[in-house]
């Protein structure tokens, strides 16, 4: 099983980048995905999810409005774009999978049942 995160790099505040996650070892449509990041001395954080069909995103107050969660089953691949991007969004952005979806988002890191690697964004001022 492999989620393979990339897309990140540096940017300056109010511009865009479009991070991917391509998924291997298990079959991706049956499960809803998600982005999560994590910043320098902070716990990690939900961003946004899907749903194993493509319905049903979601997103973090802090990103809503700005960024936009999408996915391709036929390419196993879920997609950020983050758009109007701020220093404060500046960190290592983590995608995963998981079979029940919802508020398990919410539960804790083990909860979850599979957690690619992660790409960092570095947003300058």
């Known amino acids: 099983v492999q989620l393979q995160a990339c897309g990140g790099g540096l940017v300056q505040a109010g511009g865009s980048l479009r991070l991917s996650c391509a998924a291997s070892g298990f079959t991706a449509s049956n499960y809803h995905m998600a982005w999560f990041r994590q910043a320098p001395g902070k716990e990690r954080e939900f961003v946004a999810a899907i749903s194993w069909n493509g319905g049903n995103p979601f997103y973090a107050d802090s990103v809503k409005g700005r960024f936009t969660i999408s996915r391709d089953n036929a390419k196993n691949t879920v997609y950020l774009q983050t758009n109007s991007l701020k220093p404060d969004d500046t960190a290592v952005y983590y995608c995963?999978?998981?079979?029940?979806?919802?508020?398990?988002?919410?539960?804790?890191?083990?909860?979850?049942?599979?957690w690619g690697q992660g790409t960092l964004v570095t947003v300058s001022s």
């Open positions: 995963a999978a998981d079979r029940r979806g919802g508020s398990n988002w919410y539960g804790g890191v083990r909860d979850i049942d599979y």
